[in-house]
């Protein structure tokens, strides 16, 4: 989920994309509305879900699946990722680099899961029990002067 300071440019963001994407001819792109404003994408490739990027207030949610979107934008949700204890664990783990990017170990899993076809599992089966330990990874970047820093910190679990 992101937040922007005002919510027409929320709004028009998400909508502007959405345009864009049916004006290409992308298949399966369906504009959504209700609860929030946005769009949804169709695709074999994506499971049984579509990916949804909605827009309500200030808030843009990219989730798998309109419940999702729907809870990530809920206005009474007052957890945000950075009251997550496991996302600050992977910010504190980064130390003095700035976090670029998140994710959230058991959620890829579960995605990836839904993802992969059924007759292409074997190999994912075999590799969850060691995916499962993955608590989070973190990716962060920075630079002084001339010189780039990139980290990628896992967090394994027991």
Excluded: C, H, W
């Excluded at 579960?110 to 993955?134: G, H, R, T, V």
């Amino acid at each position: 989920m992101l937040e922007t300071k005002d919510s027409k440019e929320a709004t028009n963001t998400v909508s502007n994309i959405g345009l864009l994407l049916r004006a290409t001819g992308t298949p399966g792109v369906t504009a959504i509305s209700g609860k929030a404003s946005g769009f949804s994408i169709r695709s074999a490739d994506l499971g049984p879900k579509p990916l949804v990027i909605a827009a309500k207030g200030e808030r843009i949610a990219v989730a798998y699946g309109l419940p999702a979107a729907n809870r990530a934008l809920a206005t009474d949700s007052a957890q945000t990722l950075a009251d997550s204890p496991v996302y600050k664990e992977a910010v504190s783990a980064l130390g003095s680099t700035p976090i670029t990017g998140f994710v959230d170990g058991p959620a890829a899993l579960d995605l990836a899961s839904a993802l992969i076809p059924a007759d292409e599992q074997d190999d994912f089966l075999e590799a969850k029990p060691y995916l499962d330990k993955i608590d989070y990874l973190a990716i962060g970047s920075g630079a002084s002067g001339e010189l780039a820093t990139a980290k990628l910190i896992a967090g394994i679990g027991e």
